[in-house]
Protein backbone atom coordinates (compact mmCIF):
# COMPACT_ATOMS: atom_id res chain seq x y z
CA UNK A 1 0.00 0.00 0.00
CA UNK A 2 2.85 2.05 0.83
CA UNK A 3 4.00 1.13 -2.69
CA UNK A 4 0.75 2.95 -3.99
CA UNK A 5 -0.02 6.18 -1.81
CA UNK A 6 3.22 7.47 -2.30
CA UNK A 7 3.08 9.94 -5.80
CA UNK A 8 6.42 9.33 -6.42
CA UNK A 9 6.73 5.50 -5.79
CA UNK A 10 3.44 5.65 -7.95
CA UNK A 11 4.67 7.57 -10.47
CA UNK A 12 7.66 5.66 -10.92
CA UNK A 13 5.64 2.67 -11.33
CA UNK A 14 3.48 4.07 -13.71
CA UNK A 15 6.76 4.57 -15.81
CA UNK A 16 8.16 1.49 -15.69
CA UNK A 17 4.80 -0.07 -16.93
CA UNK A 18 4.39 2.19 -19.72
CA UNK A 19 8.07 1.97 -21.07
CA UNK A 20 8.16 -1.64 -20.30
CA UNK A 21 4.39 -2.33 -21.85
CA UNK A 22 4.88 -4.10 -24.83
CA UNK A 23 7.69 -6.78 -23.15
CA UNK A 24 5.30 -7.27 -20.14
CA UNK A 25 2.05 -7.96 -22.57
CA UNK A 26 4.44 -10.29 -24.68
CA UNK A 27 5.11 -12.06 -21.69
CA UNK A 28 1.69 -12.44 -20.23
CA UNK A 29 0.62 -13.52 -23.31
CA UNK A 30 3.06 -16.33 -23.07
CA UNK A 31 3.08 -17.04 -20.09
CA UNK A 32 -1.03 -17.66 -20.27
CA UNK A 33 -0.63 -20.02 -23.17
CA UNK A 34 2.25 -21.79 -20.83
CA UNK A 35 0.21 -22.01 -17.76
CA UNK A 36 -3.05 -23.37 -19.37
CA UNK A 37 -1.22 -26.36 -21.35
CA UNK A 38 0.77 -27.22 -18.34
CA UNK A 39 -2.99 -27.76 -16.62
CA UNK A 40 -2.82 -31.27 -18.15
CA UNK A 41 0.29 -32.17 -16.69
CA UNK A 42 -0.82 -35.23 -14.09
CA UNK A 43 1.06 -33.24 -10.81
CA UNK A 44 -0.36 -29.94 -11.37
CA UNK A 45 -3.60 -31.89 -11.08
CA UNK A 46 -5.92 -33.09 -8.31
CA UNK A 47 -6.77 -36.72 -7.94
CA UNK A 48 -10.84 -36.51 -8.15
CA UNK A 49 -12.20 -37.76 -4.23
CA UNK A 50 -15.86 -38.05 -3.24
CA UNK A 51 -16.61 -35.25 -1.26
CA UNK A 52 -20.56 -36.06 -0.40
CA UNK A 53 -20.77 -38.14 2.42
CA UNK A 54 -23.61 -40.24 1.76
CA UNK A 55 -21.76 -41.17 -1.37
CA UNK A 56 -18.65 -41.81 -0.48
CA UNK A 57 -18.56 -45.51 -0.16
CA UNK A 58 -19.37 -47.89 -3.10
CA UNK A 59 -20.43 -51.08 -0.59
CA UNK A 60 -23.53 -51.59 -2.68
CA UNK A 61 -24.47 -55.22 -3.57
CA UNK A 62 -25.55 -54.97 -7.08
CA UNK A 63 -28.31 -57.93 -8.09
CA UNK A 64 -28.90 -57.11 -11.83
CA UNK A 65 -29.66 -59.80 -13.04
CA UNK A 66 -31.79 -59.32 -16.87
CA UNK A 67 -29.33 -58.00 -19.31
CA UNK A 68 -30.50 -60.43 -21.51
CA UNK A 69 -34.46 -60.03 -21.12
CA UNK A 70 -33.32 -56.44 -21.44
CA UNK A 71 -31.53 -56.95 -24.28
CA UNK A 72 -34.92 -58.75 -26.05
CA UNK A 73 -37.23 -55.97 -24.98
CA UNK A 74 -34.79 -53.63 -26.64
CA UNK A 75 -35.41 -55.62 -29.77
CA UNK A 76 -39.05 -55.90 -29.03
CA UNK A 77 -39.52 -51.80 -28.65
CA UNK A 78 -37.25 -51.51 -32.24
CA UNK A 79 -39.65 -53.95 -34.29
CA UNK A 80 -42.50 -51.84 -32.71
CA UNK A 81 -40.72 -48.61 -33.70
CA UNK A 82 -40.02 -49.77 -37.17
CA UNK A 83 -43.77 -50.62 -37.02
CA UNK A 84 -45.19 -47.11 -36.45
CA UNK A 85 -42.44 -45.40 -38.10
CA UNK A 86 -41.65 -43.15 -34.69
CA UNK A 87 -42.26 -43.79 -31.00
CA UNK A 88 -44.37 -46.39 -30.13
CA UNK A 89 -46.50 -44.61 -27.37
CA UNK A 90 -49.14 -47.29 -26.99
CA UNK A 91 -46.44 -50.15 -26.57
CA UNK A 92 -44.52 -48.19 -24.50
CA UNK A 93 -47.20 -47.54 -21.88
CA UNK A 94 -48.24 -50.87 -22.08
CA UNK A 95 -45.20 -51.63 -21.17
CA UNK A 96 -44.86 -49.53 -18.30
CA UNK A 97 -47.78 -50.44 -16.60
CA UNK A 98 -47.08 -54.09 -16.91
CA UNK A 99 -43.83 -53.67 -14.01
CA UNK A 100 -45.99 -51.85 -11.97
CA UNK A 101 -45.67 -48.27 -12.84
CA UNK A 102 -47.68 -44.77 -12.86
CA UNK A 103 -47.66 -44.46 -16.55
CA UNK A 104 -48.27 -41.11 -18.31
CA UNK A 105 -47.82 -39.30 -22.05
CA UNK A 106 -46.86 -35.78 -22.71
CA UNK A 107 -48.04 -34.39 -26.27
CA UNK A 108 -45.08 -31.83 -27.48
CA UNK A 109 -45.11 -29.68 -30.67
CA UNK A 110 -42.77 -26.88 -32.14
CA UNK A 111 -41.90 -25.11 -35.34
CA UNK A 112 -38.40 -24.49 -35.72
CA UNK A 113 -37.42 -20.84 -36.98
CA UNK A 114 -35.75 -22.72 -39.93
CA UNK A 115 -35.44 -26.36 -41.20
CA UNK A 116 -32.91 -28.47 -39.42
CA UNK A 117 -31.32 -30.07 -42.52
CA UNK A 118 -29.03 -32.12 -40.08
CA UNK A 119 -31.65 -33.80 -38.88
CA UNK A 120 -34.21 -33.47 -41.66
CA UNK A 121 -37.25 -31.41 -39.93
CA UNK A 122 -39.13 -28.37 -38.90
CA UNK A 123 -42.41 -29.01 -38.06
CA UNK A 124 -41.67 -31.36 -34.96
CA UNK A 125 -44.53 -33.38 -32.96
CA UNK A 126 -43.92 -36.15 -30.89
CA UNK A 127 -45.06 -38.03 -27.48
CA UNK A 128 -43.22 -38.32 -24.27
CA UNK A 129 -43.82 -41.60 -22.44
CA UNK A 130 -42.69 -41.53 -18.64
CA UNK A 131 -43.30 -44.09 -15.99
CA UNK A 132 -42.84 -42.94 -11.79
CA UNK A 133 -42.19 -45.57 -9.19
CA UNK A 134 -43.43 -44.07 -6.16
CA UNK A 135 -40.99 -44.41 -3.08
CA UNK A 136 -42.16 -46.87 -0.42
CA UNK A 137 -40.12 -45.69 2.01
CA UNK A 138 -39.94 -41.74 1.96
CA UNK A 139 -42.84 -38.87 2.47
CA UNK A 140 -42.01 -38.99 -1.85
CA UNK A 141 -40.54 -35.10 -2.00
CA UNK A 142 -37.62 -36.02 -3.93
CA UNK A 143 -37.18 -38.04 -7.21
CA UNK A 144 -34.18 -39.35 -9.69
CA UNK A 145 -34.44 -39.52 -13.51
CA UNK A 146 -33.37 -42.15 -15.89
CA UNK A 147 -33.79 -41.09 -19.31
CA UNK A 148 -33.27 -42.86 -22.40
CA UNK A 149 -34.02 -40.57 -25.84
CA UNK A 150 -35.93 -42.62 -28.67
CA UNK A 151 -34.40 -41.62 -32.26
CA UNK A 152 -34.36 -42.47 -35.63
CA UNK A 153 -33.35 -46.00 -36.66
CA UNK A 154 -32.16 -48.32 -34.97
CA UNK A 155 -29.86 -45.87 -32.35
CA UNK A 156 -30.91 -46.53 -28.73
CA UNK A 157 -33.08 -49.55 -28.44
CA UNK A 158 -31.10 -50.96 -26.21
CA UNK A 159 -31.24 -48.08 -24.24
CA UNK A 160 -34.70 -48.24 -23.91
CA UNK A 161 -34.96 -51.95 -23.43
CA UNK A 162 -32.09 -51.72 -20.14
CA UNK A 163 -34.61 -48.42 -19.35
CA UNK A 164 -37.56 -51.14 -19.06
CA UNK A 165 -35.58 -53.67 -17.71
CA UNK A 166 -34.13 -51.61 -14.60
CA UNK A 167 -37.76 -50.52 -14.14
CA UNK A 168 -38.78 -53.76 -13.41
CA UNK A 169 -35.78 -55.10 -10.96
CA UNK A 170 -36.55 -51.51 -9.20
CA UNK A 171 -40.16 -52.40 -8.50
CA UNK A 172 -39.43 -55.08 -6.68
CA UNK A 173 -36.87 -53.56 -4.09
CA UNK A 174 -38.12 -52.31 -1.09
CA UNK A 175 -35.51 -50.16 -0.36
CA UNK A 176 -36.34 -46.43 -2.09
CA UNK A 177 -36.34 -43.42 -0.36
CA UNK A 178 -37.02 -41.20 -3.35
CA UNK A 179 -39.31 -41.45 -6.55
CA UNK A 180 -37.87 -42.65 -9.80
CA UNK A 181 -39.04 -41.43 -13.12
CA UNK A 182 -38.20 -43.59 -15.83
CA UNK A 183 -38.58 -40.99 -19.34
CA UNK A 184 -38.40 -42.13 -22.96
CA UNK A 185 -38.71 -38.69 -24.41
CA UNK A 186 -39.36 -38.14 -28.42
CA UNK A 187 -36.81 -36.13 -30.68
CA UNK A 188 -33.91 -36.02 -28.46
CA UNK A 189 -33.30 -32.72 -26.72
CA UNK A 190 -36.74 -30.75 -28.13
CA UNK A 191 -38.90 -33.83 -26.23
CA UNK A 192 -36.65 -33.37 -23.25
CA UNK A 193 -37.08 -29.86 -23.12
CA UNK A 194 -40.79 -29.83 -23.26
CA UNK A 195 -41.02 -32.54 -20.34
CA UNK A 196 -38.59 -30.29 -18.32
CA UNK A 197 -40.85 -27.17 -19.38
CA UNK A 198 -43.58 -29.05 -18.18
CA UNK A 199 -42.78 -30.77 -14.98
CA UNK A 200 -41.55 -27.34 -13.48
CA UNK A 201 -44.70 -25.35 -15.08
CA UNK A 202 -42.23 -23.13 -17.20
CA UNK A 203 -42.44 -22.46 -20.69
CA UNK A 204 -39.26 -20.20 -22.08
CA UNK A 205 -38.66 -21.85 -25.25
CA UNK A 206 -42.14 -20.70 -27.18
CA UNK A 207 -42.71 -24.56 -26.77
CA UNK A 208 -46.31 -26.31 -27.14
CA UNK A 209 -46.96 -28.82 -24.78
CA UNK A 210 -49.46 -30.29 -22.87
CA UNK A 211 -49.81 -30.30 -19.21
CA UNK A 212 -47.39 -33.34 -17.20
CA UNK A 213 -50.72 -35.34 -15.49
CA UNK A 214 -48.07 -37.15 -13.16
CA UNK A 215 -45.70 -35.66 -11.30
CA UNK A 216 -42.94 -36.94 -8.91
CA UNK A 217 -41.03 -34.91 -5.74
CA UNK A 218 -38.34 -32.36 -6.53
CA UNK A 219 -35.28 -33.71 -9.04
CA UNK A 220 -31.96 -34.41 -7.27
CA UNK A 221 -30.25 -36.09 -10.28
CA UNK A 222 -30.64 -37.50 -13.62
CA UNK A 223 -28.40 -39.89 -15.84
CA UNK A 224 -28.94 -40.18 -19.58
CA UNK A 225 -28.63 -43.36 -20.89
CA UNK A 226 -27.27 -43.94 -24.40
CA UNK A 227 -26.92 -47.15 -25.78
CA UNK A 228 -26.92 -47.91 -29.88
CA UNK A 229 -25.10 -51.58 -30.13
CA UNK A 230 -25.47 -54.79 -28.40
CA UNK A 231 -22.14 -55.20 -28.01
CA UNK A 232 -20.38 -52.32 -25.68
CA UNK A 233 -16.45 -51.69 -25.38
CA UNK A 234 -16.38 -48.84 -22.81
CA UNK A 235 -18.84 -46.76 -21.29
CA UNK A 236 -18.27 -42.90 -21.91
CA UNK A 237 -18.95 -39.94 -19.96
CA UNK A 238 -20.75 -36.77 -21.49
CA UNK A 239 -20.67 -33.48 -18.66
CA UNK A 240 -20.96 -30.52 -21.08
CA UNK A 241 -24.64 -29.28 -20.50
CA UNK A 242 -26.42 -25.86 -22.03
CA UNK A 243 -23.92 -22.51 -21.67
CA UNK A 244 -20.98 -24.86 -20.72
CA UNK A 245 -22.85 -25.96 -17.47
CA UNK A 246 -21.24 -28.90 -15.77
CA UNK A 247 -22.83 -31.21 -13.22
CA UNK A 248 -21.23 -31.19 -9.47
CA UNK A 249 -17.90 -33.31 -9.89
CA UNK A 250 -19.08 -36.03 -7.35
CA UNK A 251 -21.63 -37.49 -10.06
CA UNK A 252 -17.99 -38.09 -12.15
CA UNK A 253 -16.45 -39.28 -9.45
CA UNK A 254 -19.56 -41.63 -8.65
CA UNK A 255 -19.38 -42.75 -11.96
CA UNK A 256 -15.56 -43.70 -12.16
CA UNK A 257 -15.79 -45.45 -8.92
CA UNK A 258 -18.65 -48.00 -9.38
CA UNK A 259 -16.70 -48.50 -12.93
CA UNK A 260 -13.59 -49.27 -10.57
CA UNK A 261 -15.61 -51.68 -8.82
CA UNK A 262 -17.52 -53.32 -11.54
CA UNK A 263 -14.64 -53.97 -13.87
CA UNK A 264 -16.10 -51.78 -16.55
CA UNK A 265 -13.81 -50.15 -18.85
CA UNK A 266 -14.92 -46.27 -18.77
CA UNK A 267 -13.48 -43.03 -20.86
CA UNK A 268 -14.26 -39.32 -21.24
CA UNK A 269 -14.75 -37.79 -24.26
CA UNK A 270 -14.18 -40.97 -26.17
CA UNK A 271 -10.34 -41.45 -24.86
CA UNK A 272 -8.97 -43.94 -21.77
CA UNK A 273 -7.17 -43.14 -19.24
CA UNK A 274 -3.50 -43.60 -19.69
CA UNK A 275 -1.04 -43.84 -16.62
CA UNK A 276 2.48 -42.77 -18.28
CA UNK A 277 1.81 -39.06 -17.44
CA UNK A 278 5.25 -38.60 -17.21
CA UNK A 279 6.20 -39.22 -21.23
CA UNK A 280 5.45 -37.19 -24.12
CA UNK A 281 2.57 -38.93 -25.44
CA UNK A 282 0.99 -39.73 -21.85
CA UNK A 283 0.71 -35.67 -21.47
CA UNK A 284 0.17 -35.39 -25.12
CA UNK A 285 -3.40 -37.69 -24.30
CA UNK A 286 -4.63 -35.57 -21.31
CA UNK A 287 -3.87 -32.13 -23.17
CA UNK A 288 -6.25 -33.55 -26.32
CA UNK A 289 -8.90 -35.01 -23.88
CA UNK A 290 -8.53 -31.62 -21.50
CA UNK A 291 -9.10 -29.51 -24.72
CA UNK A 292 -12.04 -31.66 -25.83
CA UNK A 293 -13.47 -30.62 -22.87
CA UNK A 294 -13.16 -27.06 -23.66
CA UNK A 295 -14.15 -27.11 -27.30
CA UNK A 296 -17.34 -29.27 -26.42
CA UNK A 297 -17.86 -26.54 -23.05
CA UNK A 298 -17.15 -23.50 -25.35
CA UNK A 299 -19.40 -24.14 -27.73
CA UNK A 300 -22.20 -23.66 -25.19
CA UNK A 301 -24.73 -26.47 -26.89
CA UNK A 302 -25.93 -29.18 -24.38
CA UNK A 303 -23.84 -33.32 -25.84
CA UNK A 304 -26.40 -34.86 -24.49
CA UNK A 305 -29.95 -35.02 -22.83
CA UNK A 306 -28.82 -34.39 -19.55
CA UNK A 307 -27.52 -30.93 -20.57
CA UNK A 308 -30.93 -29.35 -20.55
CA UNK A 309 -31.42 -30.14 -16.48
CA UNK A 310 -28.64 -28.80 -15.82
CA UNK A 311 -30.13 -25.27 -16.24
CA UNK A 312 -32.95 -26.31 -13.52
CA UNK A 313 -30.21 -26.98 -11.57
CA UNK A 314 -30.13 -30.62 -11.19
CA UNK A 315 -26.63 -32.80 -11.47
CA UNK A 316 -27.23 -34.91 -14.71
CA UNK A 317 -24.49 -36.58 -16.94
CA UNK A 318 -25.03 -38.62 -19.87
CA UNK A 319 -23.77 -41.98 -20.18
CA UNK A 320 -23.18 -43.42 -23.55
CA UNK A 321 -21.91 -46.84 -24.69
CA UNK A 322 -19.29 -46.84 -27.17
CA UNK A 323 -18.68 -50.03 -29.85
CA UNK A 324 -15.04 -49.67 -31.04
CA UNK A 325 -12.04 -51.87 -31.82
CA UNK A 326 -11.45 -52.84 -28.31
CA UNK A 327 -11.14 -56.01 -27.62
CA UNK A 328 -12.36 -56.05 -23.90
CA UNK A 329 -16.51 -56.21 -24.19
CA UNK A 330 -19.37 -55.32 -21.50
CA UNK A 331 -22.78 -56.78 -21.41
CA UNK A 332 -26.23 -55.11 -20.49
CA UNK A 333 -26.10 -56.98 -17.40
CA UNK A 334 -22.28 -55.37 -16.05
CA UNK A 335 -24.29 -52.04 -17.84
CA UNK A 336 -27.15 -52.66 -15.51
CA UNK A 337 -25.48 -53.02 -12.31
CA UNK A 338 -23.55 -49.88 -12.95
CA UNK A 339 -26.88 -48.36 -12.82
CA UNK A 340 -28.12 -49.69 -9.96
CA UNK A 341 -25.16 -49.03 -7.81
CA UNK A 342 -25.17 -45.45 -8.84
CA UNK A 343 -28.98 -44.54 -8.26
CA UNK A 344 -28.53 -46.61 -5.03
CA UNK A 345 -25.70 -44.10 -3.80
CA UNK A 346 -27.89 -41.25 -5.10
CA UNK A 347 -30.90 -42.65 -3.20
CA UNK A 348 -29.14 -41.99 -0.22
CA UNK A 349 -28.19 -38.52 -0.87
CA UNK A 350 -29.45 -35.74 2.52
CA UNK A 351 -29.65 -32.84 0.06
CA UNK A 352 -28.77 -31.83 -3.14
CA UNK A 353 -24.83 -32.54 -4.47
CA UNK A 354 -23.20 -29.16 -3.12
CA UNK A 355 -20.25 -30.11 -1.74
CA UNK A 356 -17.84 -30.61 -4.51
CA UNK A 357 -16.78 -28.51 -7.75
CA UNK A 358 -19.48 -26.88 -10.08
CA UNK A 359 -16.21 -25.42 -12.40
CA UNK A 360 -13.95 -27.98 -13.52
CA UNK A 361 -11.71 -29.46 -16.50
CA UNK A 362 -10.77 -32.90 -16.85
CA UNK A 363 -7.78 -34.61 -18.57
CA UNK A 364 -8.92 -37.77 -17.39
CA UNK A 365 -11.40 -39.68 -14.69
CA UNK A 366 -9.25 -39.73 -12.07
CA UNK A 367 -7.92 -36.17 -12.43
CA UNK A 368 -9.16 -32.78 -12.38
CA UNK A 369 -7.91 -28.82 -12.67
CA UNK A 370 -10.27 -26.90 -10.38
CA UNK A 371 -11.05 -22.88 -11.16
CA UNK A 372 -8.33 -21.92 -8.74
CA UNK A 373 -6.05 -23.75 -11.29
CA UNK A 374 -7.51 -22.71 -14.51
CA UNK A 375 -8.00 -19.02 -13.90
CA UNK A 376 -4.56 -17.60 -13.48
CA UNK A 377 -4.10 -18.46 -17.21
CA UNK A 378 -7.11 -16.01 -17.80
CA UNK A 379 -6.27 -13.37 -15.94
CA UNK A 380 -2.37 -13.34 -17.22
CA UNK A 381 -4.06 -12.94 -21.02
CA UNK A 382 -6.71 -10.60 -19.89
CA UNK A 383 -4.12 -8.30 -17.51
CA UNK A 384 -2.70 -7.15 -21.15
CA UNK A 385 -5.95 -5.40 -22.25
CA UNK A 386 -5.26 -3.11 -18.87
CA UNK A 387 -1.75 -2.72 -19.30
CA UNK A 388 -2.43 -1.27 -22.35
CA UNK A 389 -5.54 0.65 -21.08
CA UNK A 390 -3.06 2.02 -18.66
CA UNK A 391 -0.29 2.60 -21.25
CA UNK A 392 -3.47 4.61 -23.41
CA UNK A 393 -4.23 6.70 -20.34
CA UNK A 394 -1.31 7.92 -19.42
CA UNK A 395 -0.23 9.47 -22.98
CA UNK A 396 -3.86 11.04 -22.63
CA UNK A 397 -3.20 12.68 -19.12
CA UNK A 398 0.04 13.51 -19.87
CA UNK A 399 0.50 17.45 -20.87
CA UNK A 400 2.22 18.02 -24.07
CA UNK A 401 5.81 19.11 -23.28
CA UNK A 402 6.95 23.20 -22.99
CA UNK A 403 9.63 25.07 -23.78
CA UNK A 404 12.31 26.64 -22.26
CA UNK A 405 10.30 29.96 -22.05
CA UNK A 406 7.61 27.72 -20.59
CA UNK A 407 4.97 28.17 -23.24
CA UNK A 408 3.49 24.82 -24.43
CA UNK A 409 3.99 24.02 -28.78
CA UNK A 410 0.83 24.87 -30.85
CA UNK A 411 0.91 21.84 -32.55
CA UNK A 412 1.61 19.58 -29.79
CA UNK A 413 -1.56 21.03 -27.71
CA UNK A 414 -3.65 21.13 -31.00
CA UNK A 415 -3.04 17.12 -31.17
CA UNK A 416 -3.80 16.62 -28.20
CA UNK A 417 -6.91 18.20 -28.43
CA UNK A 418 -7.85 15.91 -31.48
CA UNK A 419 -6.92 12.92 -29.74
CA UNK A 420 -9.12 13.48 -26.94
CA UNK A 421 -12.71 14.20 -28.36
CA UNK A 422 -15.77 14.42 -26.27
CA UNK A 423 -18.32 11.92 -25.35
CA UNK A 424 -20.42 11.92 -27.73
CA UNK A 425 -17.54 11.39 -30.60
CA UNK A 426 -17.09 8.57 -28.63
CA UNK A 427 -20.11 7.23 -28.17
CA UNK A 428 -20.84 7.32 -31.94
CA UNK A 429 -18.74 4.44 -33.36
CA UNK A 430 -20.31 2.86 -30.22
CA UNK A 431 -23.96 2.84 -31.42
CA UNK A 432 -22.95 2.30 -34.55
CA UNK A 433 -21.11 -0.85 -34.12
CA UNK A 434 -23.74 -2.25 -31.62
CA UNK A 435 -26.31 -1.61 -34.31
CA UNK A 436 -24.51 -3.99 -36.69
CA UNK A 437 -23.95 -6.50 -34.07
CA UNK A 438 -27.78 -6.13 -33.82
CA UNK A 439 -27.84 -6.26 -37.84
CA UNK A 440 -26.30 -9.68 -37.18
CA UNK A 441 -28.33 -11.10 -34.79
CA UNK A 442 -31.82 -9.64 -36.34
CA UNK A 443 -31.17 -10.21 -40.18
CA UNK A 444 -30.54 -13.82 -41.00
CA UNK A 445 -33.83 -15.18 -39.81
CA UNK A 446 -35.59 -12.45 -41.03
CA UNK A 447 -34.16 -12.28 -44.58
CA UNK A 448 -33.81 -16.06 -44.98
CA UNK A 449 -37.87 -16.37 -47.20
CA UNK A 450 -36.15 -13.33 -49.21
CA UNK A 451 -33.22 -15.30 -49.83
CA UNK A 452 -34.60 -18.74 -50.76
CA UNK A 453 -37.00 -16.52 -53.25
CA UNK A 454 -34.06 -15.13 -55.79
CA UNK A 455 -31.25 -17.39 -54.82
CA UNK A 456 -31.09 -21.19 -55.34
CA UNK A 457 -30.29 -21.80 -51.84
CA UNK A 458 -32.28 -24.26 -49.07
CA UNK A 459 -33.59 -22.08 -46.05
CA UNK A 460 -31.02 -23.18 -43.85
CA UNK A 461 -27.97 -22.09 -46.01
CA UNK A 462 -29.79 -19.28 -46.43
CA UNK A 463 -29.88 -18.23 -42.98
CA UNK A 464 -26.42 -18.89 -42.60
CA UNK A 465 -25.23 -17.08 -45.90
CA UNK A 466 -26.92 -13.96 -44.75
CA UNK A 467 -25.33 -13.87 -41.32
CA UNK A 468 -21.87 -14.92 -43.35
CA UNK A 469 -22.99 -11.35 -45.31
CA UNK A 470 -23.89 -8.82 -42.57
CA UNK A 471 -20.84 -10.16 -40.99
CA UNK A 472 -18.94 -9.22 -43.67
CA UNK A 473 -20.49 -5.98 -45.36
CA UNK A 474 -20.65 -4.61 -41.85
CA UNK A 475 -16.85 -4.21 -41.78
CA UNK A 476 -16.34 -1.46 -43.80
CA UNK A 477 -18.10 0.71 -41.50
CA UNK A 478 -15.71 3.64 -40.12
CA UNK A 479 -14.82 6.65 -38.08
CA UNK A 480 -13.09 9.74 -37.99
CA UNK A 481 -13.33 10.15 -33.88
CA UNK A 482 -10.44 10.51 -31.68
CA UNK A 483 -8.40 6.93 -31.81
CA UNK A 484 -7.11 6.72 -28.48
CA UNK A 485 -10.20 7.52 -26.44
CA UNK A 486 -11.91 4.94 -28.27
CA UNK A 487 -9.08 2.24 -28.10
CA UNK A 488 -9.16 2.87 -24.11
CA UNK A 489 -13.35 2.63 -24.34
CA UNK A 490 -12.79 -0.51 -26.49
CA UNK A 491 -10.07 -2.11 -24.18
CA UNK A 492 -12.20 -1.71 -21.06
CA UNK A 493 -15.07 -2.48 -22.71
CA UNK A 494 -13.05 -6.14 -24.14
CA UNK A 495 -11.93 -6.86 -21.02
CA UNK A 496 -14.81 -6.63 -18.94
CA UNK A 497 -16.77 -8.92 -21.46
CA UNK A 498 -14.11 -11.51 -21.62
CA UNK A 499 -14.16 -11.47 -17.78
CA UNK A 500 -17.83 -11.57 -17.47
CA UNK A 501 -17.99 -14.63 -19.96
CA UNK A 502 -15.00 -16.49 -18.38
CA UNK A 503 -16.76 -16.69 -15.37
CA UNK A 504 -19.85 -18.02 -16.74
CA UNK A 505 -17.99 -20.43 -19.04
CA UNK A 506 -14.29 -20.31 -18.93
CA UNK A 507 -13.17 -22.34 -22.17
CA UNK A 508 -15.52 -19.50 -24.51
CA UNK A 509 -13.59 -17.01 -22.52
CA UNK A 510 -10.37 -18.75 -22.55
CA UNK A 511 -10.34 -19.02 -26.53
CA UNK A 512 -11.97 -15.67 -27.74
CA UNK A 513 -8.90 -13.94 -25.30
CA UNK A 514 -6.34 -16.30 -27.12
CA UNK A 515 -7.18 -14.57 -30.28
CA UNK A 516 -9.03 -10.87 -29.33
CA UNK A 517 -6.01 -9.94 -26.99
CA UNK A 518 -3.44 -10.23 -29.66
CA UNK A 519 -5.58 -7.80 -31.69
CA UNK A 520 -6.82 -5.50 -29.05
CA UNK A 521 -3.44 -4.75 -28.33
CA UNK A 522 -1.47 -4.05 -31.65
CA UNK A 523 -3.90 -2.64 -33.57
CA UNK A 524 -3.37 1.71 -33.94
CA UNK A 525 -3.73 3.30 -37.02
CA UNK A 526 0.24 3.72 -37.54
CA UNK A 527 0.84 0.19 -38.54
CA UNK A 528 0.56 -1.21 -42.09
CA UNK A 529 -2.62 -1.34 -43.04
CA UNK A 530 -2.60 -4.34 -45.70
CA UNK A 531 -1.01 -6.88 -43.09
CA UNK A 532 -2.45 -5.74 -40.14
CA UNK A 533 -6.18 -6.14 -41.71
CA UNK A 534 -5.26 -9.59 -42.64
CA UNK A 535 -4.45 -10.54 -38.89
CA UNK A 536 -7.39 -9.12 -37.83
CA UNK A 537 -9.84 -10.64 -39.67
CA UNK A 538 -7.50 -14.14 -38.89
CA UNK A 539 -8.30 -13.28 -35.59
CA UNK A 540 -11.60 -12.05 -35.67
CA UNK A 541 -14.24 -14.42 -34.13
CA UNK A 542 -15.66 -15.96 -37.31
CA UNK A 543 -12.14 -17.27 -38.35
CA UNK A 544 -11.71 -18.54 -34.79
CA UNK A 545 -15.05 -20.46 -35.37
CA UNK A 546 -13.72 -22.16 -38.12
CA UNK A 547 -10.32 -23.05 -36.81
CA UNK A 548 -12.11 -24.27 -34.03
CA UNK A 549 -14.01 -26.72 -36.50
CA UNK A 550 -11.08 -28.43 -37.63
CA UNK A 551 -9.18 -28.18 -34.36
CA UNK A 552 -11.76 -30.21 -33.06
CA UNK A 553 -11.99 -32.54 -35.84
CA UNK A 554 -8.21 -33.38 -35.28
CA UNK A 555 -8.23 -33.44 -31.59
CA UNK A 556 -10.96 -36.58 -32.51
CA UNK A 557 -8.37 -38.08 -34.61
CA UNK A 558 -11.23 -37.70 -37.68
CA UNK A 559 -9.45 -34.99 -40.01
CA UNK A 560 -11.65 -33.29 -42.85
CA UNK A 561 -10.13 -31.79 -45.86
CA UNK A 562 -11.32 -28.13 -46.50
CA UNK A 563 -14.33 -28.43 -48.52
CA UNK A 564 -15.81 -30.69 -45.60
CA UNK A 565 -14.95 -28.41 -42.70
CA UNK A 566 -16.17 -25.41 -44.34
CA UNK A 567 -19.96 -27.66 -44.74
CA UNK A 568 -19.14 -28.26 -41.12
CA UNK A 569 -18.41 -24.79 -40.12
CA UNK A 570 -21.62 -23.76 -42.23
CA UNK A 571 -23.66 -26.64 -40.06
CA UNK A 572 -21.87 -24.99 -37.18
CA UNK A 573 -23.48 -21.82 -37.64
CA UNK A 574 -26.56 -22.87 -38.23
CA UNK A 575 -26.95 -25.03 -35.26
CA UNK A 576 -25.76 -22.73 -32.84
CA UNK A 577 -28.45 -20.17 -33.85
CA UNK A 578 -31.25 -23.04 -33.48
CA UNK A 579 -29.70 -24.02 -30.25
CA UNK A 580 -30.39 -20.43 -28.97
CA UNK A 581 -34.21 -20.37 -30.37
CA UNK A 582 -34.49 -23.79 -29.64
CA UNK A 583 -32.87 -24.13 -25.93
CA UNK A 584 -31.83 -21.05 -25.00
CA UNK A 585 -28.07 -21.07 -26.20
CA UNK A 586 -26.18 -17.79 -25.48
CA UNK A 587 -23.43 -18.32 -27.20
CA UNK A 588 -25.08 -16.54 -30.64
CA UNK A 589 -26.44 -13.48 -29.18
CA UNK A 590 -22.95 -12.98 -27.40
CA UNK A 591 -20.81 -13.24 -30.57
CA UNK A 592 -23.60 -10.75 -32.04
CA UNK A 593 -24.44 -8.35 -29.96
CA UNK A 594 -21.06 -8.33 -28.13
CA UNK A 595 -17.90 -9.66 -29.21
CA UNK A 596 -18.39 -8.63 -32.79
CA UNK A 597 -19.35 -4.98 -32.13
CA UNK A 598 -16.31 -4.77 -30.03
CA UNK A 599 -14.00 -6.01 -32.82
CA UNK A 600 -15.74 -3.85 -34.88
CA UNK A 601 -14.14 -0.90 -32.58
CA UNK A 602 -10.76 -1.85 -33.56
CA UNK A 603 -11.42 -2.72 -37.16
CA UNK A 604 -12.41 0.97 -37.02
CA UNK A 605 -8.87 2.21 -35.09
CA UNK A 606 -6.85 0.49 -37.81
CA UNK A 607 -8.61 2.31 -40.79
CA UNK A 608 -8.55 5.51 -38.82
CA UNK A 609 -7.99 8.69 -41.23
Request: glycine fraction near 6%.
Given at each position: ????S????????????????????????????A?????????????????E?????????????????????????????????G??VE?LV????????????Q????????P????E?YM????????????P?????????LS???????????????L?G??????N???????????????????M?A????????????????????????????LS???S???????D???????G????????????????????????????????W?S????S???????????K?A??R??G?????LR??I????????????QY???????G?????M??????????L??????????????????????????????????R???????????P??T???????????????????V???L?P????H??????Y?????F?????????V????????????V?????I?G???????L??V????????L?????I???????????L???????????????????L?????????????????E????P????????L?????????????LY???????????VY?C??L????????
Open positions: MGLLDPNRRRALINLLTRLNAPICVVCYMAGVWFMGLAFEPFTLRTYMSNAMGSTMVEERFPSGERAVATGREFAAHKKKVSMPWKTMQARGLEVYTRFSRTLPFDENKRVKGTNVYGILRARAPRTEALVAPCTPGDNNNQAVGLLLAQYFRQIYWAKDIIFLVNDHDLIGQWLEGYHHTNTTGMDWSPLQGRGGSIQAALELSDVVTSMLVLEGLNQLPNLDLANLFYAFCQKIGVLCTIQGKLQRNDDVSGYHAVQTMMLMVMQSGPWDHGLFYHEAATIKGINSFRKTDATTIRLLEGYRKLNNLLERHQSYFFYLMPSLSHFVSIGYYMPAFGLLAVILLLALDLWVQLATPPTEDGIADIEQVRHAHSSSPGLSVTLVISLTGAALMLPIRQEMAVEHFPSETEAVVLTAIAYTLLTITEQGWRVKLALLYLAVLGCTALNFSLGFILALTVPAAAFVTPHVPKVLSAFVVILSPACTLLFSVFFFQLQEMVSFLDGWLYLSVISQGILDHFGSLVYPLIALLPWLFWNILFWK
